[in-house]
């Protein structure tokens, strides 16, 4: 969903280089150096407002954590809560998710998060829908050897072109799951916005993890 630019959302982004980079080019192979100790990096790719990214880090300070945005007052309201937690172990980028070689070097990243990503309904715009074989190719050059991604959504149709997608390239699945909130995998989930949203309205959410294995993958 697009969000009507707001004026003060680049002034906020501009004040705070220290939290969120607007050009995240110049850190590629160099994040670990923007944070307070060296540790795993985790990657949430369509961070949105930023409550997941956020919940992430509070609850594993023994990871780094990145959210990339590429609506910039969606940013800067992500921007805003961050500030509000002075965590050292979160770094916020507004920037495209197609740009990912370009903002990380090879083997960077040590997991993946996409939530609630625009399922592209349309059969045409399917190579749109991030996890066509293009953006899987993507994510195995900047994820660590056997690195992670995880998935939720509460679209089935977005959740089942995932599962064959990922079987296809080779990917090895950790987990799946086709109702989140009633199993055990609940118990330590961090909700995102759209999750309470959706949860709220008693939509089943589906999440699977993948495990990109580079001795099995296409």
Not at 18 to 24: C, F, P, Q, R, V
Request: proline share 4%.
């Amino acid at each position: 969903m697009r969000v009507k630019h707001k004026k003060w959302a680049d002034p906020l982004i501009a004040a705070h280089p220290e939290l969120m980079i607007d050009d995240a080019t110049q850190f590629k192979g160099k994040w670990q150096s923007r944070f307070a100790k060296e540790q795993p990096l985790h990657l949430e790719v369509g961070m949105g407002k930023g409550q997941f990214i956020i919940g992430m880090a509070k609850d594993h300070p023994e990871i780094n954590f990145i959210g990339l945005e590429i609506q910039r007052t969606v940013a800067a309201i992500a921007l805003k809560k961050a500030l509000e937690e002075d965590l050292p172990n979160l770094q916020l980028i507004c920037g495209d998710g197609e740009d990912l070689q370009e903002y990380f070097e090879d083997g960077e990243v040590a997991k993946m998060y996409l939530n609630f990503s625009d399922p592209w309904p349309k059969k045409r715009h399917a190579k749109r829908r991030l996890t066509y074989k293009t953006f899987l190719a993507t994510y195995q050059q900047i994820l660590q050897d056997q690195g992670a991604i995880e998935l939720k959504t509460d679209n089935m149709g977005l959740f089942e072109f995932s599962l064959e997608s990922m079987n296809n390239y080779g990917m090895i699945f950790d987990g799946v799951w086709l109702d989140l909130h009633h199993s055990e995998e609940n118990e330590h989930n961090v909700e995102t916005e759209y999750e309470q949203k959706f949860a709220a309205k008693g939509q089943p959410i589906y999440k699977l993890i993948a495990n990109l294995d580079r001795k099995s993958v296409v």
